[in-house]
């Protein structure tokens, strides 16, 4: 039921993508149901709950890919990425996704519900009100949320 959503989902995501990509949309999708399945601890709660992991399996995929074809490839600098409201506006490649993925990692160290946001908006793709109902926050904290960690990120990846 699930696998057309995931899906669009992973095009979202590989739209943009450099074309050496080892991965296509469906080897994705596959992979990150595999592991989802291995999940078997998690209690979903409901469907924004399932699609926000799935979102943040199919980011850490494409972020392990990215890092193995940076190992491979030794050096070039770090290409800057604009956040946006939605990821069909925002290419990413190899680096920027990187570069995004280490500087939403910084943001969780002092501000994990912040990173959380960005991580179900960008990646995710949910809507205010799906993250609010995610994080069982209020839509005016997601978004205010949302504009103080995206005015960070960009601060953050220009550096």
């Given at each position: 039921m699930v696998y057309g959503e995931l899906h669009r989902l992973a095009r979202r995501y590989m739209r943009g993508e450099h074309r050496a990509l080892t991965f296509q949309a469906t080897a994705l999708v596959n992979e990150a149901y595999l592991r989802l399945v291995d999940v078997a601890r998690v209690r979903w709660q409901d469907r924004a709950h399932f699609f926000a992991v799935a979102a943040q399996l199919m980011r850490r995929i494409l972020v392990e890919s990215?890092?193995?074809?940076?190992?491979?490839?030794?050096?070039?600098?770090?290409?800057r990425v604009k956040l946006d409201e939605s990821i069909d506006a925002a290419p990413l490649r190899s680096r920027s996704l990187i570069a995004l993925d280490d500087a939403l990692e910084a943001m969780a160290q002092f501000d994990p519900r912040k990173a959380r946001v960005v991580e179900l908006r960008f990646f995710g793709g949910l809507s205010v009100e799906e993250t609010a109902e995610v994080l069982k926050i209020s839509p005016q904290s997601v978004m205010r949320d949302w504009r103080l960690a995206r005015a960070w990120l960009t601060e953050e990846m220009l550096r």
């Open positions: 990215a890092r193995a074809r940076g190992r491979k490839k030794r050096g070039g600098s770090v290409a």
